[in-house]
């Protein structure tokens, strides 16, 4: 614990004739109040605990001051409640509130405190392949793939309809000379290239890449496990893979209907698709020019490439003049899908099925700018990995607490960010005695009632 000391009195501008002071004399305060409910929302799906079991602890467990499943909850509600780097951890560690919640009270070595500091986190980061003298904490990656699928399939009371696999690749620069790092032309940095995998608000991988690949690299083995983890739940149930472009070649769309998967592909446009929906494109630009307004035309057709297609396949196009848009006006986009005309007509396949991948981006935004998925400033990728699974499992557990907690509220749809902000980050006294540990928050929070019905559907 921190030092007790005589606080020394701060005077500011007084208020009539009462004079208006400060000090750091208030004990033990927490800014994080909100650390409660992650860690009930953990206790209601069960995750830390089975994160820890995809690691190995190679240290001797009589000098262990800090167990395995406090490390991880640690890292990972640390991320959640907006402390990005290790070095946070330093003053993270005297927490009153983020402590109990771990389930640690007391240091368990004079002079320690409740929590870890950063440079046994970093150890942790830094987990080698074998166990070496300085790092002896190893985890297995494909148990922790593994278990992003198993939380999503726990969260349905019951099998659904069907499931979309929203997939994408996104940037993220680096931050130095570090191991991976590659320049790409179309991000126009120097930067990692992860892939995502989510299917609604559910993150169920995210994988670490080099930069010096297409963005489909290893899209199919992710979709492969992935798919497989859910049909040995569910084995009828009806899987599409949606996605742009970048995925919309023969050997996802092959893959896809070997195995009784459904695909909405964005496709690239070039002159041949462009010609073939003339008609259309002409039609909506004469009624974009009687109207003044954006006009669309829809078609529908078999198509087949010149020599990367091994068969032909459903093309949906969006002929689209928009005034004012470009130097022509013109607008044509395209999608390449397996669902047939039965299931759904162009307009609807593309406005309904394709058009709602474009959520997911908003998905990746809040792992990256709220929860830090892009602070892989590492050396080595295999530590750039482990953050970005880190980050990802702090976005689980937020996704969690707002499916459980929050639904029907007024942040049953907020970002991470916004839950953070207005329900983590909460102030409160703690105070302590032999019977109970009590968190005594300000009468006047604004989001006391969600916060209180959030308690009641998580613990009670």
């Known amino acids: 614990m921190h030092t007790d000391c005589n606080a020394r009195s701060m005077r500011f501008a007084p208020l009539g004739r009462r004079e208006v002071t400060a000090d750091f004399a ?16 953990d206790r209601a799906i069960g995750m830390i605990d089975r994160f820890a079991a995809c690691f190995t602890d190679g240290r001797k467990s009589a000098k262990v001051v800090h167990d395995l499943p406090t490390l991880l909850g640690q890292r990972v509600f640390g991320i959640a409640l907006g402390y990005e780097d290790v070095a946070d951890h330093d003053e993270v560690r005297h927490d009153p509130a983020l402590a109990p919640v771990l389930g640690r ?43 992003f699928v198993d939380l999503f399939l726990e ?7 069907r499931i ?11 931050h130095g000379n570090q191991e991976g790092r590659f320049f790409h032309g179309f991000y126009d940095c120097h930067c990692y290239l992860p892939l995502y995998i989510f299917s609604g608000p559910h993150l169920l991988a995210a994988m670490l890449r080099k930069a010096n690949q297409h963005a489909s690299a290893g ?26 472009s970048a995925f919309a070649h023969d050997e996802m769309m092959s893959w896809c209907e070997r195995n009784r998967v459904d695909y909405v592909l964005g496709l690239a446009r070039n002159p041949r698709l462009v010609e073939r929906i003339h008609l259309q494109q002409a039609q909506a630009e004469d009624a974009a020019e009687r109207t003044g307004q954006t006009a669309r035309r829809f078609a529908d057709f ?13 093309v949906v196009a969006k002929a689209e003049h928009m005034p004012g848009y470009g130097e022509r006006g013109a607008n044509p986009r395209f999608v390449v899908t397996s669902l047939s005309l039965e299931e759904a007509d162009a307009r609807t396949l593309y406005e309904a099925h394709y058009c709602a991948r474009g959520d997911m981006e908003n998905r990746i935004k809040e792992a990256q700018l709220d929860l830090f998925a892009d602070r892989t400033s590492a050396a080595s990728m295999r530590a750039n990995q482990l953050r970005l699974w880190f980050a990802s499992m702090a976005y689980v557990l937020i996704t969690a607490l707002r499916r459980i907690g929050l639904a029907h509220t007024r942040l049953a749809k907020a970002t991470c960010g916004t839950i953070r902000l207005k329900l983590l980050k909460i102030g409160a006294q703690v105070r302590r005695s032999a019977r109970r540990v009590r968190v005594a928050m300000a009468s006047a929070c604004a989001y006391r009632n969600e916060f209180e019905l959030a308690h009641i559907r998580l613990c009670v």
């Not at 240091?107 to 002896?136: F, Q």
């Not at 929203?166 to 620069?173: E, K, S």
């Not at 083995?221 to 742009?244: F, L, M, N, S």
Request: glycine share 6%; proline share 6%.
């Open 26 to 41: 208030g004990g033990a305060i927490t800014s994080d109040a909100g650390a409660l409910l992650l860690g009930a929302t």
């Open 105 to 147: 009270l007391e240091a368990r070595r004079p002079g320690c405190a409740p929590l870890a500091g950063k440079s046994t986190l970093n150890r942790l980061e830094h987990a080698p392949e074998l166990n070496s003298r300085y790092h002896r904490i190893a985890y297995d990656p494909e148990a922790i793939q593994n278990l």
């Open 155 to 161: 969260s349905f009371a019951k099998r659904p309809k």
């Open 164 to 174: 979309v696999l929203d997939v994408d690749a996104t940037d993220d620069p680096v």
């Open 219 to 244: 899209a199919v083995d992710e979709i492969d496990r992935i798919v497989a983890r859910i049909r040995q739940r569910w084995p009828r149930v009806k899987i599409v893979v949606r996605g742009d």
């Open 302 to 314: 078999s198509w087949r490439t010149r020599t990367s297609w091994r068969r032909r396949r459903r």
